[in-house]
């Protein structure tokens, strides 16, 4: 797994690296061996001053994994709400793939079946 920060107008410490990398790291376990390849890009940002001064902090996380890219973003007052709704969203979104990748599948291994019977 490759993870890749990037800090704009944010001065990045490494806590926060730190921090950033075990929350947004936690995702990965749910695509198994996959996750081994996966390269994870991280942008944290201050936000434009656009009437959003209470919330400061920019999240973007986009992940790549066999040609299919996951994308999160959130807005929040501090870095650590921003990566635990952008690690929310992530998770989210790979479980809804996943779904529907088994649910195709199953589909598939039924009209096989269904049409193997035809001869009956």
Do not use: C
Not at 7 to 34: D, V
Not at 80 to 106: M, Q
């Amino acid at each position: 797994m490759n993870i890749t920060i990037k800090a704009t107008k944010y001065q990045l410490s490494p806590q926060t690296e730190r921090l950033l990398e075990e929350k947004l790291a936690a995702p990965l376990r749910l695509l198994g061996e996959e996750g081994e390849r996966a390269l994870l890009e991280i942008e944290l940002e201050e936000a434009p001053p656009e009437g959003r001064s209470s919330e400061p902090t920019r999240l973007v996380a986009r992940l790549v994994v066999n040609d299919r890219v996951y994308h999160a973003e959130a807005v929040k007052p501090s870095a650590e709400s921003a990566a635990d709704r952008v690690r929310s969203e992530l998770e989210a979104e790979i479980r809804h793939a996943r779904g529907r990748t088994r649910t195709l599948w199953k589909r598939g291994h039924a009209k096989v079946k269904e049409m193997l019977r035809f001869g009956r």
